[in-house]
């Protein structure tokens, strides 16, 4: 019940009946994805019942070298997800430089669904040249 938001669970109430129930992990992991979307993708401020939701304008970050600047990054975003997604712990944010896509910034995203200490959530995640942050599990 706690893996998915209420949101979630009313809709798969519609759901085909037919499709083979995933186990109680995999349905976390994919709503802590699709709440980190959306988490990592609001701007700090937008959100009327929480000022502090969202993510800080990263534009303000930019300054000084790639390593200061990913390092004011890393911060940002750990302290994002730590405060708003609580089914993760043990989290670990680290850029990653590639050299194909020299526009948009790599990090990774590791943790544990904390319900379930054994479970690790392990998550690629893009910071695109448009400001928006896409995440792949």
Same mark, same amino acid.
């Given at each position: 019940m706690?893996?998915? &938001?209420?949101?979630e669970r009313i809709a798969s109430l519609e759901?085909?009946?037919d499709? =083979?129930?995933?186990?109680? =992990?995999?349905?976390?992991?994919?709503?802590?994805?699709?709440?980190?979307?959306?988490l990592?993708? &609001?701007n700090r401020g937008s959100v009327?019942?929480?000022d502090d939701y969202g993510m800080p304008d990263i534009t303000r970050f930019m300054?000084?070298?790639?390593?200061e600047t990913a390092g004011r990054i890393e911060k940002a975003i750990h302290e994002t997800v730590e405060k708003y997604e609580k089914r993760l712990s043990?989290?670990?944010i680290k850029i990653e430089s590639s050299e194909e896509d020299v526009l948009s910034i790599h990090f990774s995203l590791e943790g544990v669904l904390s319900r379930q200490e054994n479970v690790p959530v392990f998550l690629e995640s893009f910071l695109q040249p448009n400001g928006r942050i896409k995440v792949k599990g």
């Open positions: 706690y893996e998915q &938001t209420l949101l759901s085909r009946k499709i =083979a129930e995933e186990t109680s =992990a995999e349905k976390e992991i994919k709503s802590v994805i699709l709440h980190l979307r959306k990592l993708n &609001t009327l019942i929480a300054g000084g070298g790639f390593l043990d989290l670990k």
